[in-house]
């Protein structure tokens, strides 16, 4: 079991080692080191409000000990055409576990729920399996079996939409969530 929870300055070392991360630059749109002053800064000014922002990071916590274990973003959030890409990042220590599909869902409904989101998409590498494991998984959907309510969205799988412009050897991936009725 995870939470998501805000960034905290506890954080600042965690997210300067996370965001500095080369391999990392081959699957972002930009690919220049941060320092750690300016993640303290981005931590300082850490504004929650995704309609003001058009943002949200949350930290994945592991419940079980107390373990951050990576992070999950909300980015070009549309509240108008009510979609938003999501990135996830798990520490190397902890992938494989389902923490980036339990994080998934917990978003996945956080959108839909709050911020009446009905589109998640994401740009996911074709050579990266787990990442796509994780986009396709079940537990990826938002409503699990009996436990979907009216206001419980259900959430196809991600799928193949198509290739990406941002970087060459790059899927664009799409999550639809409608609520059940």
Same mark, same amino acid.
């Given at each position: 079991? !995870?939470?998501l929870?805000?960034?905290?300055?506890?954080?600042?070392d965690?997210?300067?080692?996370?965001?500095?991360?080369?391999?990392?630059f +081959?699957?972002?749109?930009?690919?220049?080191?941060?320092?750690?002053m300016?993640?303290?800064?981005?931590?300082?000014?850490?504004n929650?409000?995704p309609? #003001?922002?058009?943002?949200?990071?949350?930290?994945?916590t592991?419940? #079980?000990?107390?373990?951050?274990?990576?992070? !999950?973003?909300?980015?070009?959030?549309?509240?108008?055409n009510?979609?938003?890409?999501?990135?996830?990042?798990i520490?190397?220590?902890f992938?494989?576990?389902?923490?980036?599909? +339990?994080?998934?869902?917990?978003?996945?409904?956080?959108?839909a729920?709050t911020l009446?989101?009905?589109?998640?998409? =994401?740009?996911?590498?074709i050579d990266? +399996?787990?990442?796509?494991?994780?986009?396709t998984?079940?537990?990826?959907?938002?409503?699990r079996?009996?436990? #979907?309510t =009216?206001?419980?969205?259900?959430?196809?799988?991600?799928?193949?939409?198509?290739?990406?412009?941002l970087?060459?050897?790059?899927?664009?991936?799409?999550?639809s969530? !409608?609520?059940?009725?």
């Amino acid at each position: 079991m !995870i939470s998501l929870r805000a960034p905290e300055q506890s954080d600042v070392d965690r997210l300067f080692l996370w965001e500095n991360d080369p391999a990392l630059f +081959e699957s972002l749109p930009y690919a220049a080191p941060v320092s750690r002053m300016q993640v303290w800064e981005y931590i300082n000014s850490y504004n929650a409000d995704p309609f #003001a922002t058009r943002e949200l990071r949350l930290m994945i916590t592991d419940k #079980a000990d107390g373990n951050t274990v990576g992070h !999950i973003d909300l980015f070009d959030f549309d509240p108008v055409n009510r979609r938003a890409g999501v990135a996830i990042f798990i520490d190397e220590s902890f992938r494989r576990q389902g923490y980036a599909s +339990e994080g998934l869902e917990l978003l996945a409904t956080y959108a839909a729920h709050t911020l009446g989101v009905h589109q998640l998409w =994401a740009n996911i590498a074709i050579d990266n +399996e787990p990442s796509k494991n994780s986009a396709t998984n079940p537990r990826a959907n938002c409503a699990r079996g009996s436990a #979907a309510t =009216a206001r419980t969205p259900t959430c196809s799988s991600f799928r193949n939409f198509s290739h990406s412009f941002l970087r060459k050897n790059t899927l664009h991936i799409v999550l639809s969530c !409608i609520f059940a009725s």
